[in-house]
């Protein structure tokens, strides 16, 4: 989408159209409302700075939309598209890592108490293996800052992904 037909939606459309990036409704409106950018670098920006804080209710709540490492949401929503997109470096015919994150995931849901969340994007199998084993030895306060921080890295590449075609900067 053009960031000039961004700018322009309604505002219900506009928040229609972010929340796949991130389903945390302050987020999502606080940039709707701050519309019109003048290019996708400022949009950005934006977004990152309405991503600081997370409160821990909007964690707890954005996570419920996201699936396991290694596991593909079969839905046909905005969302699962993002979703499968990122996690395209983990070869679900590579069943040793394979096997190795669905352990790892029990243990740190066992752990947590939430799925392992991490921005997948760019990243092989094997790097988000090491991640995941390296992450379950942390404090859960040292998990929920993580955390944090990967729902922000993932909005944003999600959020730059969406406005990003057919702009010209």
């Given at each position: 989408?053009?960031?000039?037909?961004?700018?322009?939606?309604?505002?219900?459309?506009?928040?229609?159209?972010?929340?796949?990036?991130?389903?945390?409704?302050?987020?999502?409106?606080?940039?709707v409302?701050?519309?019109?950018?003048?290019?996708?670098?400022d949009?950005?920006?934006?977004?990152?700075?309405?991503?600081?804080?997370?409160?821990?209710?909007?964690?707890?709540?954005?996570?419920?939309?996201?699936?396991?490492?290694?596991?593909?949401?079969?839905?046909?929503?905005?969302?699962?598209?993002?979703?499968?997109?990122?996690?395209?470096?983990?070869?679900?015919?590579?069943?040793?890592?394979?096997?190795?994150?669905?352990?790892?995931?029990?243990?740190?849901?066992?752990?947590?108490?939430?799925?392992?969340?991490?921005?997948?994007?760019?990243?092989?199998?094997?790097?988000?293996?090491?991640?995941?084993?390296?992450?379950?030895?942390?404090?859960?306060?040292?998990?929920?800052?993580?955390?944090?921080?990967?729902?922000?890295?993932?909005?944003?590449?999600r959020?730059?992904?969406?406005?990003?075609?057919?702009?010209?900067?």
């Amino acid at each position: 989408m053009e960031l000039a037909v961004f700018n322009s939606l309604e505002r219900d459309e506009a928040i229609k159209t972010l929340t796949p990036c991130l389903d945390i409704s302050r987020w999502v409106e606080t940039i709707v409302d701050a519309r019109p950018f003048a290019n996708v670098d400022d949009l950005l920006a934006h977004a990152n700075k309405a991503a600081h804080p997370f409160t821990p209710a909007e964690v707890e709540s954005a996570m419920a939309h996201h699936p396991r490492i290694g596991e593909r949401p079969k839905a046909q929503t905005t969302e699962a598209a993002m979703s499968r997109s990122e996690q395209a470096g983990v070869d679900p015919g590579d069943n040793q890592t394979t096997a190795a994150l669905a352990e790892g995931n029990r243990a740190y849901e066992e752990k947590f108490g939430r799925v392992f969340l991490i921005r997948a994007a760019g990243r092989s199998a094997e790097e988000i293996l090491a991640t995941l084993q390296e992450r379950i030895t942390h404090t859960p306060e040292e998990e929920d800052t993580i955390v944090a921080g990967q729902l922000r890295e993932i909005a944003l590449l999600r959020l730059s992904g969406l406005v990003s075609e057919g702009v010209n900067a």
